[in-house]
């Protein structure tokens, strides 16, 4: 696609329910990121895929986060039994290689709320 | 750990005033360093990337330095329109992930 699509654009979400955010990355970009910007916050990085290489975990702050990336495309964050700390703007982006060498290209981002 | 800082927090100028937003970063081992502009409730839109071996960038209106061995940026904004209303981001890519500023709000007074 012409750029990065996330879906939902909004999700309001009962705590203890998991939710999945979804992100579809520019055609052909082999890196994609997952950020989280919570209200008066910066961006936190949370995880970076890059081609078939193991991703890069290292920002996910905790086990109820995980994300999967299926056949170096589309990728899924998934979050466990929701918290209403878990409340933020998510986004993805994603940039034709891995070092962000041609630049990052952000998502709309999907806002989640936990009641 | 790399730090970005970014001065003024906030800005308020009148229309067509030029006007400059600081990013500073604590480690110049740096691939490149990209502005974004953030609309409330919106998503990040790529201003200017300046890769670690180039001075500067235009676009437009807009021109972006990089002076890397000393750790900062700045972006210049000329003759500033209300449009030019945002959240301006500064960010460095130093590996596997960007690292972001806290931001300057500009609010641009017709």
């Known amino acids: 696609g012409a750029g990065v699509s996330q879906s939902p654009s909004n999700k309001v979400t009962e705590k203890g329910k998991d939710v999945e955010l979804r992100c579809d990355p520019i055609s052909g970009h082999t890196a994609l990121y997952w950020y989280r910007q919570s209200l008066g916050q910066g961006l936190e990085f949370l995880i970076y895929?890059?081609?078939?290489?193991?991703?890069?975990k290292s920002g996910l702050p905790s086990d109820r986060f995980s994300a999967e990336r299926t056949g170096g495309s589309v990728s899924t964050l998934t979050i466990q039994r929701t918290q209403q700390e878990d409340s933020a703007v998510y986004l993805c982006a994603s940039s034709l290689e891995g070092r962000g060498m041609g630049g990052y290209t952000f998502g709309s981002g999907t806002r989640l709320t936990v009641v | 750990k790399q730090e970005v800082t970014q001065i003024p927090a906030a800005l308020s100028v009148p229309e067509g005033e030029n006007l400059v937003l600081n990013c500073s970063f604590t480690d110049s081992a740096i691939y490149n360093l990209q502005w974004f502009r953030q609309d409330p409730g919106k998503g990040l839109t790529s201003l200017l990337l300046i890769q670690s071996s180039q001075r500067e960038q235009t676009s437009g209106r807009l021109n972006a330095s990089l002076d890397k061995s000393s750790g900062r940026s700045t972006l210049y904004i000329a003759a500033s329109q209300p449009g030019d209303s945002a959240t301006y981001l500064c960010?460095?890519?130093?590996?596997?992930?960007?690292?972001f500023g806290g931001g300057t709000r500009l609010m641009v007074k017709p």
């Open positions: 960010a460095v890519d130093a590996g596997n992930m960007l690292t």
């Open positions: 895929f890059q081609g078939n290489s193991a991703p890069d």
